[in-house]
């Protein structure tokens, strides 16, 4: 009877995953015609937006990719101060919408920039280093956390081993860390690249004259309601993160299991950890003057003009509205953070711990989205349920981001799983124990780190975002991160500044709350173990 009723869960998660991802995608290619494609791709527009898509996103990759390489390093293989505070404070950009980025930039070295008149520059932040420059803060977060990860794990061994043969420093890293580091680097690469060629918030914002793919895609759908041009376009956006998810399924595949024999023994170099502080300090420069940028003009009555102490923005804000779309944000993250965990949580333990057809069928459609960009699979969605009831509410939000960040905490939470103990299960069968006791008295407890994780990786994603959600909120349901683009075309780069603080303020309580209950559970398993002893 319970093995019933797991298949048929499993098949109840099979379809929603199929109706939610799988049918809106299909359904926006189902309206691509022959001569519409023809069409799009001779289009000398189309033509120059992909080379500007490829030029942008070709170099940001490879700035960014450094980047996260080298402060990975000077983090994990060094004995550089505060690595605590460096490892989240680096991570900041990840907390809000790249479209404020974008903003903070222009603020910076716009026109009325708080650095160009201070420098007295006469350089301009639009164009393609604009783009570039943005593009990199708001990805290189992501190759640092994933280089930061393999780092951790590495074993010391064969380092030790070279340096008994005499081998250079410089030698080592060309023949043990960079070999070790080959499906890092490929996954850092992909995850880089997909991400700045399907965001249009900061080349919307700083891009100028150059138009990219994602900008173009979101005019023809936003300004000219042209969805059949937009699919198209999303289409070509496909292409890396399909490239990027067959990379990922075949690397999970192949991957064995190993596991670290010696630790690093990291000697104190002087030249080492001076140049590692200052390369990371140089990176918080940047995001400190990114944050200042957003207080300075937040709270100035009218920068470079007038810089005294104000709340009038703030209070402006507000007076358009800015409660409700908060609310509305809030309530959309809390409600896709809370259904999310649960899902993940529901899903990965059906696919790593009841092995059968169906789990290899549900764990393959569960990492799907991760080919579907946000902005494509917004698009999907429009053309899918314009006319359903729940088009304009609440509802569609929750669920296209839901289904929108859903891979990664999900391949989080099955890894995580999968790691423990195969035989729980059966152990609490042979003692008469159900097995959903052995998930509440077991499981849930031993994944609760992995379980906040993915709730605080769907509420911050879900503050955030402006891909997934751009074609799909109406006046009453609009999220406070839209307001940004919204604002900025009005020149009111005030009231953006003020929208980005309190988006960052707001994923930074909740993160920090995360924080101090996953040190609250660690030490109670540290005083359990030590009472064990």
């Not at 061994?157 to 005499?166: C, K, T």
């Amino acid at each position: 009877m319970k093995s019933k009723i797991t298949e048929i869960t499993k098949l109840l998660l099979i379809a929603v995953l199929i109706l939610c991802v799988l049918v809106p995608f299909i359904n926006m290619l189902g309206g691509i015609t022959r001569e519409d494609f023809d069409k799009i791709i001779s289009s000398p527009m189309f033509v120059t937006a992909i080379m500007h898509s490829v030029r942008t996103c070709l170099t940001t990759t490879a700035i960014s990719v450094t980047i996260g390489f080298l402060l990975a390093v000077s983090i994990q293989r060094s004995h550089v101060k505060f690595k605590g505070f460096l490892n989240v404070f680096l991570t900041i950009p990840m907390l809000i919408p790249s479209i404020s980025i974008g903003t903070g930039l222009i603020v910076l070295f716009g026109n009325k920039g708080v650095i160009r008149n201070l420098l007295h520059l006469n350089t301009s932040i639009y164009g393609f280093w604009g783009i570039v420059i943005g593009s990199v803060l708001y990805s290189y977060p992501v190759a640092f956390l994933m280089f930061s990860d393999a780092l951790k794990y590495e074993d010391a061994s064969p380092y030790e081993a070279a340096q008994v043969l005499g081998i250079s420093k410089l030698r080592r890293v060309f023949v043990i860390t960079l070999p070790y580091l080959t499906k890092t680097i490929i996954a850092a690469v992909f995850s880089v690249f997909t991400m700045t060629v399907t965001d249009y918030g900061i080349p919307l914002m700083i891009g100028g004259k150059i138009t990219t793919l994602a900008v173009m895609m979101y005019q023809q759908v936003i300004g000219q309601l042209d969805f059949t041009k937009g699919s198209i376009i999303g289409l070509f956006l496909l292409i890396p993160a399909v490239i990027a998810f067959t990379f990922n399924a075949i690397s999970k595949r192949n991957a064995k299991l190993s596991f670290v024999t010696k630790q690093f023994d990291i000697r104190k170099s002087k030249a080492r950890d001076t140049a590692a502080a200052s390369f990371c300090g140089l990176i918080s420069l940047g995001i400190v003057c990114l944050i200042v940028s957003f207080i300075v003009y937040s709270f100035a009555e009218r920068y470079p003009r007038d810089i005294t102490p104000t709340f009038r923005h703030i209070l402006f804000l507000f007076d358009m509205g800015g409660a409700g779309y908060l609310w509305n944000s809030l309530k959309i993250a809390l409600i896709v953070a809370t259904l999310g965990a649960f899902i993940v949580f529901t899903t990965a333990y059906l696919t790593s711990r009841v092995p059968s057809l169906s789990s290899h069928v549900l764990h393959l459609i569960s990492m799907t989205s991760l080919a579907i960009p946000g902005l494509v699979l917004g698009l999907a969605y429009v053309l899918t349920f314009r006319k359903s009831f729940i088009y304009g509410t609440l509802s569609i939000l929750i669920l296209v981001n839901l289904m929108h960040f859903f891979a990664s905490p999900y391949l989080m939470m099955y890894n995580s799983l999968g790691k423990m103990n195969e035989n729980l299960e059966n152990v609490g069968y042979t003692l008469g124990i159900p097995r959903m006791r052995i998930i509440c008295d077991v499981i849930v407890p031993q994944s609760r780190i992995t379980i906040l994780e993915v709730f605080s990786y769907f509420f911050v994603n879900s503050m955030m975002t402006i891909s997934a959600v751009s074609f799909l909120f109406s006046y009453n349901t609009k999220p406070i991160s839209m307001m940004i683009g919204q604002f900025e075309a009005q020149m009111n780069l005030e009231c953006a500044a003020v929208v980005s603080i309190i988006i960052l303020i707001a994923n930074a309580i909740v993160k920090y709350l995360i924080n101090l209950l996953k040190k609250q559970i660690n030490k109670r398993e540290t005083v359990a173990a030590s009472a064990e002893r």
